[in-house]
Structure formats: structure tokens, C-alpha cells
């Protein structure tokens, strides 16, 4: 396939912040792509260029990614040909030459990247009878049968850094997995997401939505949530769980994403001072103290899985928390991998986690973020597509999801048209691929 056209522009993501958007060309077939932003971002996560410039969109605008795209990118990848997705991604990373993106940024590298792959799929695709085509692409690339509807993971609760309710975790998922079709389990969420808004309202507590589409209300009226409030948040989604009609625990789960890299101490009292500690509910706590309060949590509730429980460079912590719980629940390294292979493969050697996230603006391209995904089952990880909390209404994860048979999504809650895009995209493959179509439910738990 040759590429003969290339326009690369700055557009506006869900939270209003610029990022960047590109139309790739060959022939008669148009394919475009627009990167997203995280607020929680991992330290090792490639790098995400922004211009700096205190007169445009508060020093946020992309005009450097959009020229390196168009000085640097297009003249290279511009009428020749290209066969293989990882070819032209090897041809990225090569123009860039640094380890974390940073002289053309992945905001410039990625949208290049996922456009490829859907103007391939659309070039490939002779039939041009259904929109399956950039699945059916990414499952010959993964070598997958791109045919398992992932289990949603619904934030329908938002705190940390996607709040500003004094909530220390970032997300609380219901995880609808007993059901048969993608489909019902979807409608379950949603009712469940309906019935919750029911309940705050009566409590009198605010139904305004965070970054993910999730409520956001405060709690308690002190600036930060003290003890017992997270378990309050969890007691509030089982009451909505239940009331919804829905058996928590059975057919409706819980997932956290604790994001605690976070809510690390910034002066740890402790006297020796390099043991890692986190603040939490109102008090600074070691790693084993954080480790002890998922396990009374999830021995109370119906937890499958926690992600970034502990913080990204705190791997000793890691390994004790997945020594003790890594049986039992899904444990899930978002900031401590970042999609990376390299750090994928210490925590495998190490024994750490049990799960990925799995971030294509992490790492930088779609080549990567499959190898990563390819290693993680490999070693009989688990992996959770995820979109960030800066989103747009490019759909690419729905389909990444499905093409990769990855099992599970987290891409919000029912509402913000950034979030149900990623929803409406999976409701439309799992009726184009008809009695094919396959939905893991709890399974995809391992
Ligand atoms: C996360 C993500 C997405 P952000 O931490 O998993 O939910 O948040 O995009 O802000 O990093
Ligand atoms: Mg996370």
C-alpha cells in the first residue's frame, strides 16, 4: 500500500485540552486517528510533546508534533510502499531515535500509527460489507481470531485525579461479567450506572460527572475523604448493584483503580527514610499497611481486580502484594509497565502483577503496544485495553480489543459521548460478526 497524502491538525480532546489529529491517504481510501491524553500519567511513558507556549491553550497546544508530522513524518512514509504494519512502525520509531519518543513526541508518532493500520484494513478489505475491517486487520497482525467482545470495566465512580471530591482512588469499575453477549453485560452496567444516580440524588449528594463519565461527589465535607470513605463508595455501587436488580458477586463484580503513584507521601516520617509510604485516608501508611487494607477489602466485596494498588517504582511492594493476593484477584501494572516491554519483562521475571493495561500513547505505536500485549499472554497475563482520561470520538481501542481477543476493556462510564463512542463501536462488531462473536464473561479472569 502506498500512502499519497498525509494532513496532520491540532483538534480538542474531552477535556478541552488540544491534541492531534491525522488523515492518511491512498487511492480512493481516507483513514484518520486522533491520539488521547492521560492526567495520571507513568513516568516511563513515552513522551507526549506540548508546545509550552503561555499565549496558546494555556502553554497545552501540539502545533510542534503537527509540523514535526508534516517536516518530518510525511516526506518519509509519502509513495512508498509499505506491507506490514510493523515495518512502517520500525520506520517511526527510526526517524525518531530516542527510547521514549521525545524529538517528534508520540502524540506525532502514534496518530500516524493507528491511521496506517486503518488505511491498510480499508485497502485489504475487498468486501466492503461490514465496518470489521481495522479488527480483522489487528487480528492478522496479532495473529488472534478477533472475534471475543471484551468484559466492560465501567468507572462509574471517579476520584483521584479525575475528581476533585477528596476521593484518594482514582476508579471504581463494576465489572458486569455474568452474562452470555457483550451486549447484555453492557445494559446491566448501564441500568446499574442509572440506578446509582437514583441513589446519590436521594442522599442528596451530587450527581455532576467526573473526567470518565463517572459520578464525582463529595462525600464528606472535609477537604480530603477520611477513614471508611472508600468503603462507603464500594457499600454505594452494591446498593446500586442490587437495587438495579443485578446479583453482586455473581453477575456485576468490582474493579479499583487505585492510580496511588498518586497519593505516595511526599515526606515519608519514617526514620530511615527510603521505605516507600503512601497517604491514605488521612494517614501516611507503608506498602504493608496498603497491601493489608485491599485484603480486608476484597474479603468484604466482591473485588476481581486492582490496578496500580501500589505505586510505580515501589516493586518490592508490588511483589509482596502480588504474593499475597495475586492468587485470588486480578492484579493490574498500569503505571509500573506503561505498556512497555521492557518493563513488562522485569515484572514477569519478578513475579509482579498478573495483568496489563494496555495504553497504544504509552509506548507510541500499535507495533509496540502488541508486542507487549503478545508477551503479557505469553506469560499468562491477563490484558485490559484501556482508553485515558483525556479521550476524543476516535473508536480504535474498541476495535484493538476485539481484533486482539484482549478479554477486558476500561473505557468509562454510560455517559460523555468520548466514553460511549468506545461502547456504541463494540455493540456495532458484535452484530457484524454475528454468531461468531464470543463474550468471555467471568472467564476472562483467568
Ligand atoms: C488510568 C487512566 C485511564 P489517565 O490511570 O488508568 O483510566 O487514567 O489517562 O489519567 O492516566
Ligand atoms: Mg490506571
Redo the contacts with the bound molecule.
Keep these: 500500500m502506498k500512502i499519497d497524502k498525509c494532513i496532520a491538525r491540532e483538534v480538542l480532546d474531552s477535556r478541552g485540552v488540544p491534541t492531534v489529529e491525522v488523515e492518511l491517504y491512498s487511492g480512493d481510501q481516507k483513514a484518520s486517528a486522533i491520539v ?6 507513568g513516568e516511563g511513558e513515552a513522551l507526549e510533546l506540548r508546545d509550552n507556549d503561555p499565549k496558546r491553550y494555556h502553554g497545552k497546544s501540539v502545533l510542534q508534533a503537527v509540523k514535526n508530522i508534516e517536516v518530518e513524518i510525511a516526506p518519509a512514509i509519502l509513495n512508498r510502499d509499505f506491507v506490514r504494519q510493523s515495518i512502517f512502525d520500525d520506520l517511526l520509531c527510526d526517524l525518531d531515535g530516542t527510547p521514549n519518543k521525545s524529538k517528534l513526541g508520540a502524540n506525532a508518532i502514534l496518530p500516524i500509527s493507528m491511521a496506517f493500520a486503518r488505511l491498510q484494513a480499508q485497502c485489504n478489505d475487498t468486501t466492503r460489507i461490514s465496518g470489521l475491517a481495522l479488527t480483522q486487520n489487528l487480528a492478522t497482525s496479532f495473529g488472534s481470531a478477533g472475534i471475543t467482545l471484551p468484559v466492560p470495566l465501567m ?1 462509574i465512580f471517579n476520584g483521584g ?2 475528581a476533585d471530591n477528596g476521593i484518594a482512588i ?2 471504581f469499575m463494576i465489572v458486569p461479567c455474568g452474562f452470555d453477549r457483550f451486549s447484555d453485560a453492557l445494559r446491566a452496567g448501564v441500568e446499574v450506572f442509572h440506578q446509582l444516580k437514583k441513589i446519590l440524588h436521594k442522599r442528596g449528594l451530587t450527581t455532576a460527572v467526573g ?2 463519565g463517572g459520578f464525582a461527589p463529595k462525600i464528606s465535607d472535609e477537604e480530603e475523604a477520611g477513614p471508611g470513605s472508600h468503603e462507603k463508595v464500594m457499600t454505594l455501587l452494591l446498593d446500586a448493584i442490587e437495587s438495579a436488580g443485578y446479583k453482586a458477586g455473581s453477575q456485576i463484580y468490582l474493579a479499583l ?1 487505585c ?1 496511588s503513584s498518586e497519593f505516595l507521601a511526599k515526606n515519608p516520617p519514617n526514620p530511615a527514610g527510603n521505605t516507600v509510604m503512601y497517604h491514605f485516608e488521612g494517614s501516611q501508611r507503608t506498602a504493608d499497611e496498603m497491601i493489608k487494607i485491599y485484603e480486608k477489602w476484597v474479603s468484604y466485596f466482591p473485588i476481581l481486580s486492582i ?2 494498588g501500589l505505586a510505580e517504582h515501589d516493586w518490592d511492594g508490588w511483589k509482596s502484594l502480588t504474593t499475597k493476593l495475586g492468587k485470588s484477584v486480578q492484579l493490574v501494572g ?2 509500573l509497565f506503561v505498556t512497555n516491554p521492557e518493563f513488562l519483562k522485569k515484572g514477569i521475571e519478578k513475579g509482579v502483577a498478573n495483568s496489563l ?1 494496555v ?1 497504544l500513547n504509552q509506548i507510541g505505536t500499535v507495533t509496540e503496544t502488541l508486542e507487549a500485549m503478545r508477551m503479557a499472554h505469553q506469560a499468562g497475563y491477563t490484558t485490559v485495553i ?5 479521550e476524543s470520538e476516535d473508536t480504535f481501542i474498541a476495535d484493538l480489543a476485539v481484533g486482539t481477543d484482549a478479554g477486558q476493556i ?1 473505557t468509562g462510564s454510560a455517559s460523555r459521548t468520548d466514553r460511549t463512542a468506545k461502547y456504541n463501536q463494540l455493540l456495532r462488531i458484535e452484530q457484524w460478526l454475528g454468531g461468531r462473536a464470543k463474550f468471555p464473561g467471568k472467564k476472562a479472569f483467568k
Excluded at 488521547?36 to 500519567?41: E, K, Y
Design positions: 488521547p491524553s492521560g492526567a495520571s500519567t468507572n485525579k479525575h482514582q476508579e473526567d470518565e483503580d492510580a490496578e496500580d498500569d503505571d493495561l495504553k484501556s482508553h485515558r482520561s483525556g476500561k
